[in-house]
Each structure stands twice: as structure tokens, then as C-alpha cells.
Nanobody, 123 residues
Framework: QVQLVESGGGSVQAGGSLRLSCAAS????????MAWFRQAPGKEREFVAG????????LYTDSVKGRFTISRDNAKNMMYLQMNSLKPEDTAVYYC????????????????WGQGTQVTVSS
């Protein structure tokens, strides 16, 4: 069983930055593909970024490329999402997700989820 806990959300003005963290329980973190998803009110949950178990491979949705950076520290069982140049359209609840195998962009590819952290970007 894997438990995930997000932190670092908050309210910022457009152009600002936030760093989200995801803490994972268990001894198997280094075997897990990890990802960030987000869900805005009235919209479906969407893939934001993913990182392979080793951290060598990353994947981003087009709308965040060049602004967001995903990373992980397997020694600390932590994953991060550095978000720069934030826009109002980035406003959403951000979720940490994990599963065995490869990074995929659909929510049903992940068995483990955190509770989410709210990110609000004002114009």
C-alpha cells in the first residue's frame, strides 16, 4: 500500500511561483512512476506532468512546458512540482498519483492518489 500526501498549494498572483510536494509512504517509492494531475471546477482531471521511477524521464502536458518542472528524490520518498509563471488557468486542485510501471497520461493508469492541494492564481 502506498500513501501520498500533497503540500505546498496556496494563492498567488499571475506570474508568481509555487512548489508542490508529495510525500510517499513505504519502501517501494523508487519503483513507482509518479505524476501530477489537476482538476478545475466543472472540468475533468487532467495530466500535468509525470516522472519515471528513476527520475530520468519526464513528461509534460503542452500547456505547462517551460513553466513547470517535475522532480523526485528517491532517498526522501518525495516528489515535487516547481510551478513558475503561473497563470489564472492553472487554478485547480493538484493531485499526486503513483503506480507501478511507466508514466501514463490518463487518471485510470494510477492506483494511488493523494487528497489534493488547492492552487489559486489570481489575475
Amino acid at each position: 500500500q502506498v500513501q501520498l500526501v500533497e503540500s505546498g498549494g496556496g494563492s498567488v498572483q499571475a506570474g508568481g511561483s509555487l512548489r508542490l510536494s508529495c510525500a510517499a509512504s513505504g519502501r517501494t517509492f523508487s519503483s513507482l512512476a509518479m505524476a501530477w494531475f489537476r482538476q478545475a471546477p466543472g472540468k475533468e482531471r487532467e495530466f500535468v506532468a509525470g516522472i519515471s521511477s528513476s527520475g530520468e524521464s519526464t513528461l509534460y502536458t503542452d500547456s505547462v512546458k517551460g513553466r513547470f518542472t517535475i522532480s523526485r528524490d528517491n532517498a526522501k520518498n518525495m516528489m515535487y512540482l516547481q510551478m513558475n509563471s503561473l497563470k489564472p488557468e492553472d487554478t485547480a486542485v493538484y493531485y499526486c498519483a503513483a503506480d507501478w510501471g511507466l508514466v501514463v497520461v490518463t487518471p485510470d493508469g494510477y492506483d494511488y492518489w493523494g487528497q489534493g492541494t488547492q492552487v489559486t492564481v489570481s489575475s
